[in-house]
């Protein structure tokens, strides 16, 4: 899944990991704590994919974004980092959809996850290390089963597997629920547990459905024993970050911890980490959930209710949601991905027409200021992709510690208010990912490299100098840093259907510029100061 537009990981860099402050929210604890991994300067990463039953809608992406963000965030901080995201390929509703269409199972998975990795791809998530399918890993997932029967935590009847919850004393921890209070699987699994809240391991085969050979039978596995097996394969029996949706907390989450914790007498997992939920703005085209109902992040209120209350209102395809290749078209990966690091992953995030037309004006501000970089500079802010399909590279910062030497030692003003608002920004960062507090840095810098370019007569080809250029080029390279952290700015904007309108803008601009150096080569310097004012 990397392409060559990757942050690039470094294996040198083990003094700056000792500085860093990073602190995390941790669902299981309720509270943020400094980040210590396993091993020293490196980083498992686990996050839940999606179910390939049919294709992928807004609410899919915005998990892989925001842990996308994050291995960037830890990869420039120093860390070695492996991101894992799991492709579900067998369920219920996989054979529901192959019965629907008149196709195989395994056609339909195939079909829906190269849909969903087309739109990865278009909001730039390129860190994914790798995309395990369940089908892929059956034998891994049958010996888990065998060593939680033969541990005592599982049993088997008539073909099926359970889990018993009973015999897990810490059950219930993580979504803070008791045993007492778990509502198992229905139908005619439900006379085959020991009590309710036993969860399935194994599925016996029916009709016509897929199946595979097991010791108990033909049959499939269940959704969460799923995760434990591939995180483990691939992560180790215990591994630092877990991620998800909120509405992942309970079950999968909690069964996942269990059935890793009973089979290793380990803890799964370091850091459980939640983003909150998607849910539709406005009472038009409203996709579901109460209208009225503020934000919620984990941490400002119960896991449990937060839970519950971003499950009815997250955005699914059962309430309308969809055409994602369409909003990709009309919106560009770079705007909706930009939309969604605008808050805390931790807060529910409100989408709608109006969010997303906020987030395109707010990067063609940016987009503004890189064109005018270039033009005046002479040089190119983006790389470039030679005939040979190589980016080239352009020096800037690629780790936190080049980036603290680009501004070493600066007594500029302008420079020395970029590092302020370049250590802000890293602070936000550190504070459990803050991407919306550290956009607010990003917006400060670009009207700080405006109001430099006005300030130092950048526009006038006779009043601008080669040391302003040069200060201007650091300060811009500043930007374009702190911007592929998030993975924004790393290649020219795409062409969206509202173009005249910002064809237009970048028109008027132009022939402001024009009209203030009119004004001053003609010594009008209260038209001159007027337009200049007006710009910033």
């Known amino acids: 899944m990397a392409s060559a537009l990757t942050i690039q990981q470094t294996s040198d860099y083990q003094p ?8 995390v929210y941790n669902t299981l604890t309720r509270q943020k704590e400094a980040f210590e991994t396993i091993e020293p300067g490196k980083v ?93 890993n059956m034998d891994e997932i049958i010996r888990f089963i065998e060593e939680l029967i033969e541990a005592g935590y599982a049993y088997e009847n008539a073909g099926d597997v359970f889990f018993d919850v009973t015999r897990d004393a810490e059950y219930g921890k993580l979504s803070n629920r008791t045993v007492d209070s778990q509502q198992g699987e229905g139908g005619g699994a439900a006379a085959k547990k020991r009590s ?136 560009t990966g770079e705007r909706i991905r930009f939309f969604l690091l605008r808050s805390q992953y931790r807060s529910t995030i409100v989408f709608g027409d109006e969010g997303l037309e906020e987030a395109g004006q707010a990067l063609n501000a940016f987009y503004r200021l890189i064109g005018r970089f270039e033009r005046l500079s002479g040089q190119a802010f983006y790389p470039r992709v030679n005939v040979a399909g190589e980016v080239e590279e352009l020096s800037y910062a690629k780790t936190r510690a ?40 990003l917006f400060e810098m670009s009207r700080a490299i405006n109001r430099f370019i006005d300030q130092a007569h950048l526009e006038d080809s006779k009043g601008r100098t080669v040391d302003g250029l040069a200060t201007l080029t650091t300060a811009m390279s500043v930007l374009r840093e702190l911007g592929a952290i998030m993975g924004l700015f790393l290649k020219a904007p795409k062409k969206t259907g509202d173009d005249s309108a910002s064809a237009t803008v970048d028109g008027l601009m132009k022939l402001l510029i024009e009209l203030r150096a009119k004004a001053r080569t003609n010594k009008d310097f209260a038209t001159s100061d007027a337009i200049r004012d007006g710009l910033s």
């Not at 999606?50 to 120093?78: N, S, W």
Request: net charge negative.
């Open 402 to 441: 080049d980036g603290h030497a680009v501004l070493a030692g600066v007594n500029e003003p302008i420079l020395e208010e970029i590092a302020k608002l370049r250590a802000s920004y890293l602070e936000k960062m550190d504070d459990d990912f803050n991407t919306g507090g550290a956009v607010s840095d």
């Open 44 to 136: 498992g990463m686990y996050l839940c994919g999606p179910t390939v039953y049919a294709e992928a809608h807004i609410g899919h992406m915005v998990g892989p974004v925001i842990f996308d963000t994050i291995k960037r965030y830890l990869v420039y901080c120093g860390f070695d980092v492996t991101l894992v995201v799991n492709i579900t390929d067998v369920d219920d509703k996989l054979i529901a959809s192959s019965r629907k269409r008149g196709i195989s199972m395994s056609q339909v998975a195939t079909e829906m996850t190269m849909d969903y990795l087309a739109n990865l791809q278009a909001l730039g998530v390129t860190q994914i290390d790798h995309l395990p399918r369940a089908t892929d």
């Open 16 to 23: 700056m990991l000792a500085q860093l402050n990073i602190r």
């Open 196 to 331: 309710p809240g036993d969860f399935a391991l194994w599925k016996s085969a029916k009709a016509d459905e897929p199946s595979w050979d097991s010791p108990w039978g033909m049959g499939r596995p269940g959704w969460h024993i799923e995760c434990s097996a591939m995180s483990r394969r691939l992560l180790g029996k215990t591994f630092d970050i877990h991620g998800g949706g909120l509405d992942l907390v309970f079950p999968h989450h909690e069964n996942e911890l269990a059935q890793s914790r009973c089979c290793h007498g380990q803890p799964m997992v370091r850091y459980w980490m939640h983003n909150g939920l998607m849910r539709s703005g406005g009472t038009a085209g409203k996709v579901g959930g109460k209208g009225d109902r503020q934000p919620t992040a984990v941490g400002q209120v119960p896991v449990e209710t937060a839970v519950e209350a971003d499950a009815s209102s997250k955005i699914s395809r059962s309430k309308g949601a969809g055409g994602l290749h369409q909003l990709i078209e009309q919106q």
